[in-house]
């Protein structure tokens, strides 16, 4: 996201888009936000993507715009937009503004607001979501569509659809490729994309294989070369690596939710974990009631 913000601002955020100055480059604030915690916890929670942009007109001032992307549903999600924006806007004493990305599969939820009422005192915070499903009844925009953040939703959405079915995945990562050599885009931004469908849409090794050979003939056809083998190899694993890391961090925060903080042997374990290890004990989490019962699945 953090090369192509504007074109993920342009995508779901459109309105707001258009109120920053985009002759001054935005700043990535990703690495100070690491030394923010939430609720005095040690390991703390952090916040997807920070950036800091300079507003148009009167309100002209940098901002800084806070980036939440949730896979899943999550009822404290509303809450835990408002902590990061509180401590946030604590922090650095700049105005902050949330922003929310869903990639559920639950149509009805549609978190933007957080309340906290009690005896005439409370809290009332706003803030702004797109859901990605509500792509999927406008797959002729999404075609159509030059912005990269277009084929990246129909990437996910096609994903979504496929589930485990393996030959509908296949074909759905493959009308994702075709469509990736018909832009006009840059090598860089090519490459880019691959490794992000690539992470994406994980196909079984001897679908993969099959899919690569099919990208190499593809190439030869369009005297094209913008993959080659060696980038593949890391690709791939890349991809591995980058599921199982991205699996074993969203087990941490909803552990540490749930049970209070990890200890070093806890996160040890999860990181010494398989996959299909961690898949099964992701299955399991809403039903555990102990880290133990947990650990038994």
Request: charged residues 30%; hydrophobic residues 45%.
């Amino acid at each position: 996201m953090s090369h192509a913000f504007r074109a993920f601002m342009n995508f779901f955020f459109s309105e707001l888009s258009v109120e920053i100055d985009w002759s001054k480059r935005p700043r990535s604030r990703d690495k100070e936000l690491e030394g923010i915690s939430l609720g005095g916890r040690p390991d703390g929670l952090l916040a997807d993507k920070l950036v800091e942009v300079r507003l148009l007109g009167r309100s002209a001032r940098w901002v800084l715009i806070h980036i939440e992307v949730q896979a899943q549903r999550d009822v404290r999600l509303a809450r835990r937009v408002y902590d990061y924006n509180y401590r946030i806007k604590k922090e650095y004493a700049q105005p902050v503004i949330s922003l929310a990305l869903l990639a559920d599969e639950a149509p009805k939820w549609r978190p933007d607001v957080y309340r906290s009422l009690l005896l005439g005192t409370g809290t009332i915070f706003y803030f702004a979501a797109a859901k990605l499903l509500d792509y999927a009844s406008r797959t002729n925009e999404l075609l159509a569509s030059r912005n990269p953040f277009a084929l990246l939703t129909l990437a996910h959405l096609r994903t979504q659809q496929a589930g485990h079915d393996a030959d509908r995945l296949f074909a759905a990562k493959w009308e994702i490729t075709e469509l990736l050599y018909q832009r006009a885009w840059s090598r860089t931004r090519i490459i880019e994309m691959f490794k992000v469908i690539n992470w994406m849409m994980v196909l079984p090794a001897a679908c993969q294989q099959r899919y690569w050979q099919a990208v190499l003939k593809l190439e030869k056809e369009k005297k094209m070369q913008w993959i080659s083998p060696l980038e593949q190899s890391f690709m791939d694993k890349g991809r591995e690596e980058g599921m199982k890391e991205g699996v074993v961090s969203v087990l941490e925060r909803q552990l540490t939710r749930r049970f209070g903080p990890l200890s070093k042997t806890t996160r040890a374990r999860l990181a010494r974990a398989s996959v299909a290890q961690l898949e099964a004990w992701s299955d399991a989490l809403p039903e555990s009631q102990s880290l133990k019962e947990f650990f038994s699945a």
